[in-house]
């Protein structure tokens, strides 16, 4: 089945730094990738996702970039403030189009 | 405009209990899915209904089941609990059929098996 890597595990920025969180997937017929955030107590939010006929999206301080011919695509947050702090999902759409195959999370912290 | 509902919020069994746990997807859409998210892991995916008829189904035993009633909602009903199964169970809904028009996901069943 398919496989999602998903690094680094932890981040700890400074209020104001850059974040970036990369993954890597196995199916190379997986054609879509939406980025989750989940805060402590709540389920996954839904903050940014691309499609496989583009190669970059941004929206406001996010940004997603895929790389589909190394199958690889990473979240970019930028200006970080201390509410971005929570634990961030990749996921990648199975070929059946049914199934989202998750990563691992990473843990992101945002200190003042 | 309600989100993904789920109840109850959280829940205590004992081994070798039934459960059963409740979802209402976002008014219009027709797509369940059912995750399992074990602590510190990405959720996992276990069933997937739409009109009422299951779609998909990921590599769980037959100890869980779901089903899809006429106005969407549906349910998680797992047999035999083990203490394996305690997690957080969620439920995500979407206006498609395949997801590329996105999954909403509730907050969650926190399910503790003693």
């Known amino acids: 089945g398919e496989n999602v890597e998903q690094h680094p595990s932890t981040l700890s920025v400074q209020e104001g730094d850059s974040a970036v969180i990369k993954c890597t997937y196995s199916d190379s017929a997986s054609n879509y990738f939406p980025w989750y955030k989940q805060e402590l107590g709540k389920g996954p939010q839904l903050i940014i996702d691309?499609?496989?006929?583009?190669g970059e999206k941004k929206d406001q301080r996010i940004a997603v970039t895929l790389n589909k011919t190394a199958k690889h695509f990473s979240l970019h947050i930028t200006e970080t403030q201390p509410e971005d702090s929570a634990v961030y999902f990749c996921a990648s759409l199975s070929n059946s189009g049914y199934a989202l195959n998750f990563g691992k999370g990473t843990s992101l912290l945002v200190t003042p | 405009d309600a989100g993904v509902t789920q109840s109850p919020t959280h829940l205590i069994k004992t081994r070798g209990q039934h459960v059963t746990l409740r979802c209402s997807p976002i008014s219009g859409h027709k797509s369940v899915s059912w995750y399992q998210q074990v602590l510190g892991q990405g959720p996992q995916f276990i069933f997937q209904y739409y009109e009422k008829e299951e779609r998909g189904r990921g590599n769980f035993p037959d100890r869980f089941s779901a089903r899809q009633f006429p106005n969407y909602s549906s349910e998680l009903n797992v047999n035999a609990l083990l203490l394996g199964d305690s997690a957080l169970y969620l439920c995500a809904s979407s206006l498609k059929d395949r997801g590329l028009g996105g999954y909403t996901f509730g907050s969650g069943t926190r399910l503790t098996v003693v």
């Open positions: 691309i499609r496989s006929n583009v």
